[in-house]
């Protein structure tokens, strides 16, 4: 059977489920070999396993188990996936081709001919293009196979234990194809973004991670301490907002940045304490030019989304989300209040507080932990505007105190932010605003936050920020989008944890515990 037809062909690398003799290991290489021109007929051939390097060396009474299923649509799909992503050749001399690359390149050889002038390592075999004698394109091995990396552990036929799999990442994303597949997806979707950015003129920049004070979101911060600083607390970004408003104000207009983000919050389905934003910021846009970018942005990923599912990652299920544009809007205030049936208080008196609890009384709606105003507004929109947002939805005009860094306006008798949030499918996607950029505004909102201080909200007044401010920041549009969750509303995908390579904080902080004992079972 030739090499390259043969059922196990894109796994190579030979997996034993313990310590073999050198006679078992060469007779098992020998059988996935190509019979042409390999003199491997000896029994004590010496096999080269990690440190192994003689016969004499390597253990006995073991035996090496393969799987021989060529119908395992496992492997199948090893197939189609490494084909893309080859591995490296042992031997660095060697030229590598992936099987692709390799069929494409040698198929015009004819029955039993060899092509001489090029050597090729697929996988750890090594040796010449060459046509069998029933015509199938095969490879003429010169030398024998070694064995590059040993396995103690018997491969499972699949991992189904969502807690297994997430403390056992490396084992599940060789036998789940999905998983490995929706990891590329997340790198390509990346990728995809920042060429879109770029194309219209924007410049990456990186920005601190670690401060003195974390600013840009109503969020707890981490806390740390470094060794130059041993009596100062530092903390670790919650969104790199404000650096990038001082990198507008030093003459950059257009700048964005795609890096991790740290909240001290808690976990579920949809959030997580390390998560990574894309947030870019232009000089003189308005809500109007960022609503415009983002519906096309989204429009051009859902389609690129499904020629990537279609040609190269089968396993993810195409995106089915129906787009019109433009997108539908709602208004938070004027919607908020048709489907209360009551009308919002003046939600800069002294009072306005006290008069929402009343509103949640007279609903029956139970009241938030910390039920201070933003909590109590948030809580509304989350029970009666987000659940209609199934299709693209942008929700506007949001109350003043729950966007403290975009400018305001009066709207529908009350003071509301020029933002926009655009929800699909019932969940946050991109935020986007039109920034605050008078000092003096500024720091009255501020203060204003002052009062809605508890252990999740550490508001605090940015001098830093606001002698920034005083040099005179231009009219600027920022626009923030959750990388995890884009990628999840893409790949269909209902955990944040599927789309993170090594799941959520409280799957990293288990890592590995008690996996030997429950993969065993699997």
Same mark, same amino acid.
């Given at each position: ?6 059922? +196990? ?5 030979? %997996? ?18 190509? #019979? ?13 396993? $990690? ?49 692709? #690359? ?34 199938? +394109?095969?490879?003429?091995?010169? =030398? ?66 670690? =401060?003195?004070?974390?600013? $840009? ?65 232009? #000089? ?36 089915? +989300? ?56 948030? %809580? ?39 933002? $926009? ?12 605003? &039109? ?5 003096? &505004? ?5 203060? &204003? ?74």
């Amino acid at each position: 059977m030739s090499f390259l037809n043969h059922p +196990l062909r894109p796994t190579l690398r030979l %997996r034993a489920s313990r310590p073999c003799t050198a006679a078992t290991a060469a007779s098992y290489l020998r059988f996935y070999s190509i #019979a042409q021109g390999l003199a491997s007929e000896k029994e004590d051939a010496n096999i080269t396993t $990690g440190d192994i390097s003689s016969p004499n060396d390597v253990r006995t009474e073991a035996t090496a188990k393969i799987r021989l299923n060529s119908k395992d649509k496992r492997i199948e799909a090893f197939r189609s996936s490494q084909d893309l992503y080859p591995r490296l050749s042992p031997d660095a001399t060697a030229k590598t081709w992936s099987t692709r #690359a390799f069929l494409s390149r040698f198929d015009s050889l004819k029955k039993d001919k060899t092509f001489d002038s090029q050597q090729a390592a697929l996988r750890d075999m090594k040796g010449y293009p060459h046509r069998t004698l029933r015509g199938e +394109l095969s490879l003429l091995v010169t =030398a024998l196979p070694r064995l590059l990396s040993p396995c103690l552990h018997e491969m499972p036929t699949g991992l189904q234990d969502p807690e297994t799999r997430i403390r056992n990442r490396h084992v599940d994303f060789q036998v789940n194809d999905r998983a490995a597949q929706i990891v590329r997806f997340r790198s390509q979707i990346i990728t995809r973004i920042r060429e879109y950015l770029q194309d219209k003129g924007y410049l990456e920049v990186q920005t601190p991670i670690m =401060a003195n004070l974390a600013g $840009g979101a109503v969020a707890r911060p981490f806390q740390t301490r470094a060794v130059e600083f041993p009596d100062r607390h530092i903390e670790l970004r919650t969104a790199p907002e404000l650096w990038l408003k001082r990198l507008v104000l030093g003459g950059f207009e257009r700048i964005f940045e795609i890096g991790p983000c740290f909240r001290n919050e808690g976990i579920d389905k949809i959030h997580n304490p390390e998560f990574t934003t894309c947030e870019f910021y232009m #000089a003189y846009a308005n809500l109007d030019y960022l609503t415009t970018v983002t519906e096309k942005l989204i429009s051009e990923l859902i389609t690129y989304t499904n020629q990537l599912t279609f040609k190269q990652l089968p396993s993810l299920k195409t995106c089915e +989300l129906s787009i019109t544009k433009p997108f539908r809007r709602i208004d938070f205030i004027k919607d908020l209040q048709r489907l209360i049936d009551a009308s919002l208080p003046d939600l800069k008196s002294p009072t306005a507080e006290a008069e929402v609890i009343k509103i949640f009384h007279d609903k029956d709606i139970p009241l938030p932990q910390s039920p201070t105003l933003p909590r109590l507004l948030d %809580r509304l929109q989350s029970k009666y505007l987000e659940p209609s947002c199934q299709q693209p939805t942008w929700i506007t005009n949001h109350p003043e105190c729950l966007a403290p860094l975009a400018k305001s306006f009066v709207h529908e008798g009350q003071l509301v932010s020029a933002r $926009g949030e655009l929800f699909i499918f019932g969940k946050e996607v991109v935020n986007t605003y &039109e920034e605050e950029n008078s000092p003096v &505004e500024q720091r009255k909102k501020f203060e &204003e936050q002052l009062k809605y201080r508890n252990d999740d909200n550490r508001s605090t007044v940015d001098e830093s920020y606001l002698e920034a401010l005083e040099w005179g920041l231009p009219p600027t549009g920022g626009w923030g989008c959750g990388i995890d969750r884009l990628v999840m509303l893409l790949s269909g995908t209902d955990r944040i944890n599927d789309v993170l390579p090594f799941g959520n904080l409280r799957n990293v902080v288990s890592l590995g515990k008690s996996g030997r004992d429950v993969l065993g079972t699997q």
